[in-house]
């Protein structure tokens, strides 16, 4: 019996025509054979015995069909398909999984992951028929292969469907440009690196180029095409490059500058070093250091050392010798051309290592010598200093003064006077001279003679004869 429903007996019982299935069969021994199950078979048998006291020995049986797992299926989102179904997402998004399968008991649903780095790694599982799961920020390690299995815990049977996952990704820097130095002078080469972008990004130097497939492209080029500070540029490409399209660097060709200190003065018999810096030129220049109007290379050894200091390039000359005096070049070479700095060493001997010292006291000494004769000078004529236009004259006093009464129209007198006769009392008068002397109340005109050294006292002017008088007025008007 199946649900309080006879479906099969041996006779004794009517079985239920509507309960009655062809796939059923009663076997001798009291056993239910049922053909061809299907999952509507699931349900509780009852098995029921009369025995012949007529007793009845019921027995229960609880059937479970199982079908399946069926119609597997894996959903991954946001994605790109690629034609081959791969799925491509870019790095940083959110990435949501959905696996799912027909409906049926005992049925569990498990999600795995196998990358680089792991395999065959559960993420989560489930008994319904639906499992969802998100990744936040998805990383370049979640590349991989993910599986959605269902498995049919009673019969074991399992079911996997897989999908593999790129993550497309790129370096938030541009890329790399440099040059290097090539085998010869006359070419440069030059490398273009992008690294740290999946899939691999395209490169190319130049406008005219074609893009190659390669995270680091070296190209050679002929020194005769290039000049200085001439721009090369290298562009990239990249699937993820929506809004920018591509992405560059460049380099700027420059002829080298070497840089230093032109003249160089060293005593007789020490140690001198030459310093050369050369850091501007691209591609890097070759620099060495030569001798002598000729430029003899400088072989390294006791006399000669080589030294390189960063950038700097520095000659170290031993126990300096006159014959060391010549011309020193700091030779620098690239691709784009050649430039020297020329550097002349003045050798002075160890007898002059005082004549600075001398000298300098000898200029100190001719220096106060001079200042100690005009101070001098000054001090001997210092009864008459000039200042502008005015004189003053601390002479002396002869007594050869005479005070005039200057009139009512002021006049200046500024004529002069020739050298005046002799007069009756023996005086020689050789310069008069006119001063005005302004004051508070009145102005006076003072006449200062200078005559010859006197031989009698100095008689008041009023006591002059009349005819020195005339004299006086006939030279000195007013």
Known sequence: MKDSHVIASDGELHVDSSAKDPRLTLELNGSLSISKVISEDTGSFLCSSRLPDNRTINAHVLLQVTSGPYNVTTVIYPTIVLPNRTLVTEEGKSVSFKCSTRPSPSQQLNLTFSGASNNNTSLTFTPLPILEYTIENIQPSNQGVYT????????????????????????????????????????????????????????????????????????????????????????????????????????????????????????????????????????????????????????????????????????????????????????????????????????????????????????????????????????????????????????????????????DDEQIFQDAVPRLPPLTNGRHTTLVQIHRIPSSDDHEVIVETHPEPPEQKDEPIEEKTEESREEVEELVSF
């Open 148 to 407: 959605c299995s269902a498995v049919n815990t009673v019969s074991n049977r399992m079911v996997n469907n897989s999908t593999e996952l790129l993550v497309y990704y790129i370096p938030s820097r541009r890329p790399d440009c440099m040059s290097m130095k090539a085998q010869n002078s006359s070419s440069v080469q030059l490398n273009c690196s992008w690294f740290g972008a999946y899939p691999t990004p395209q490169l190319r130097w130049g406008k005219d180029g074609d893009f190659q497939v390669t995270d680091s492209l070296v190209v050679s080029l002929n020194s005769s095409t290039l000049k200085d500070r001439q721009t090369l540029t290298c562009t990239a490409r990249h699937e993820l490059l929506k809004n920018e399209k591509e992405r560059s660097c460049s380099v700027t060709l420059s002829l080298p500058f070497p840089a230093g200190e032109p003249m160089v003065s060293v005593l007789e018999g020490t140690n001198v070093t030459l310093s050369c810096r050369e850091f501007t030129a691209v591609p890097a220049a070759n620099t060495m250091w030569r001798k002598g109007q000729s430029q003899e290379p400088i072989v390294p050894g006791s006399k000669y050392v080589l030294s390189v200091e960063g950038p700097d390039l520095k000659l170290t000359i031993v126990n300096i010798s006159m014959y060391d005096e010549v011309y020193y070049f700091c030779r620098s070479e690239n691709a784009l051309g050649v430039r020297e700095l020329e550097v002349f060493l003045t050798v002075k001997a160890s007898s002059s290592a005082y004549t600075g010292a001398v000298i300098g006291v000898f200029i100190a000494a001719l220096i106060t010598g001079c200042a100690f004769i005009v101070a001098k000078i000054l001090y001997s004529r210092r009864h008459t200093i000039c200042l502008g236009n005015c004189c003053f004259s601390q002479a002396e006093d002869r007594g050869d003064v005479v005070d005039l009464v200057e009139s």
